[in-house]
């Protein structure tokens, strides 16, 4: 599959199952060894103060956490869910939140495949952060889980 084409079909899952990623004008931008981003405008999503919401800065991350995984298990038949997060906002984002998941390395992701096939269900922690012309603006900790769509 093409690289645009992939960004694409990822972009419009997420528009398709997250109505919400609509209106934040969320727009896939980014697949690579390094991770998934994800990246939407401070206008859609502004505080009173005329930058990013915090909740949206939240929403983003989540997602880009959310996209890697659904790439990622697209051939599994599995459905992902978060167990649990926790963001640290670090300094405010003024045009654009730029959301990048880091890609596990290959071990991490082969037992997390593994016990996806073995038991039905898989946690795998994931790591992203969020910036703004490259400065480090928040990091986001979550859980995910994976659950096999046949598993009993």
Request: hydrophobic share 50%; with cysteine; proline share 4%.
């Amino acid at each position: 599959m093409k690289y645009d084409d992939q960004l694409r079909r990822a972009e419009e899952f997420l528009h398709a199952r997250i109505p919400l990623t609509r209106a934040m004008g969320l727009r896939v931008v980014g697949n690579d060894d390094a991770g998934f981003a994800v990246a939407a405008p401070v206008a859609l999503n502004s505080n009173h103060l005329n930058t990013a919401f915090g909740g949206s800065i939240n929403a983003v991350a989540t997602l880009a956490a959310y996209g890697l995984l659904w790439l990622e298990l697209r051939d599994e038949a599995a459905d992902v869910v978060i167990r649990d997060s926790s963001i640290r906002f670090l300094r405010p984002i003024y045009e654009t939140i730029t959301a990048v998941c880091a890609r596990p390395d290959a071990a991490e992701w082969s037992a997390f495949k593994a016990n996806l096939r073995a038991k039905g269900k898989a946690p795998i922690a994931l790591r992203v952060q969020v910036q703004e012309n490259e400065a480090l603006a928040a990091e986001l900790q979550a859980t995910f889980v994976a659950l096999r769509r046949d598993a009993p």
